[in-house]
C-alpha cells in the first residue's frame, strides 16, 4: 500500500539554525498537510497545501514557518530560525480525491529537537 | 469555540472485554466523524469513518456510532487484545479537503 515518507527521522538542531523538514505524499493526492505533536500532547494542525498555494493556517504557522512543494513529489516544512519550543514531532499528511470524504494519510514524522 | 474532548485518563481493560472510547464535541456541525489510531512515536493511522447519516459503523472489531443531536461519537473495540494497545483520537470532519482537528485522545491499555 502506498504510504507518506517523511526525512529525516530525527533532526537535531540548534536554536537559531533553520531547518528544513521532508514529506514525500502520496503520488496521485492533492491535499497535503503538516501537523506537530509537541511530547505528551495532542497532534496539532499547521497549514494546509493545496494547488500550490497555503489553503488555510494555524496561529502556530507564523513567519518563521513556510512550506513548499518544489517539484511533482516533495512537500516540506521550512522553520527559518528555530526556537527551543518547536521541538516536537512533525507530522505530514496527504488526502486523495474520493467520493464522500477521505481520510488523512500520515507519515511517521520527523523528531526535530532544538538546542 | 470550537472543542473535542476525549476521556483524558488512561482507559485500562482486561484482554477479552470490550472498550469504549468517547468522543464529544462543540461548535462543530461535523458532515463526518473520523477515528485514528496512534502507536507511540508514530503517525496517526486511519481507522473508521462515519457519515452524519449513520447510526453505525462496522469494520472487524470494532465499532463506530454516531450521534449528532448528543454531539457524541462512541468507538467499540470487542475482543479486545493487547495488540489494541495504542491511543485512539477522534476528528469531527466539516467535509472538502478542510483541515481535520483532532481531539487529545485516549490511551487504551490492554492487560493479559
Known amino acids: 500500500e502506498p504510504e507518506v515518507t517523511q526525512t529525516p527521522s530525527h533532526q537535531v538542531t540548534q536554536m537559531g539554525q533553520e531547518v528544513i523538514l521532508r514529506c514525500v505524499p502520496i503520488s496521485n493526492h492533492l491535499y497535503f498537510y503538516w501537523y506537530r505533536q509537541i511530547l505528551g500532547q495532542k497532534v496539532e494542525f499547521l497549514v494546509s497545501f493545496y494547488n500550490n498555494e497555503i489553503s488555510e493556517k494555524s496561529e502556530i504557522f507564523d513567519d518563521q514557518f513556510s512550506v513548499e512543494r518544489p517539484d511533482g513529489s516533495n512537500f516540506t516544512l521550512k522553520i527559518r530560525s528555530t526556537k527551543l519550543e518547536d521541538s516536537a514531532m512533525y507530522f505530514c499528511?496527504?488526502?486523495?480525491?474520493?467520493?464522500?470524504?477521505?481520510?488523512?494519510?500520515f507519515g511517521n514524522g520527523t523528531r526535530l529537537t532544538v538546542t | 469555540s470550537q472543542k473535542i474532548e476525549q476521556n483524558s485518563e488512561a482507559l485500562n481493560i482486561q484482554e477479552g472485554k470490550t472498550a469504549t472510547l468517547t468522543c464529544n464535541y462543540t461548535n462543530y456541525s461535523p458532515a463526518y466523524l473520523q477515528w485514528y489510531r496512534q502507536d507511540p512515536g508514530r503517525g496517526p493511522v486511519f481507522l473508521l469513518l462515519?457519515?452524519?447519516?449513520?447510526k453505525e459503523k462496522r469494520k472487524e472489531r470494532l465499532k463506530v456510532t454516531f450521534d449528532t443531536t448528543l454531539k457524541q461519537s462512541l468507538f467499540h473495540i470487542t475482543a479486545s487484545q493487547p495488540a489494541d494497545s495504542a491511543t485512539y483520537l477522534c476528528?469531527?470532519?466539516?467535509?472538502?479537503?478542510?483541515?481535520?482537528?483532532f481531539g487529545a485522545g485516549t490511551r487504551l491499555a490492554v492487560h493479559p
Open positions: 476528528a469531527p470532519d466539516s467535509g472538502g479537503y478542510n483541515k481535520l482537528i
Open positions: 462515519i457519515r452524519e447519516n449513520e
Open positions: 499528511a496527504s488526502r486523495g480525491q474520493t467520493e464522500g470524504n477521505s481520510p488523512l494519510h
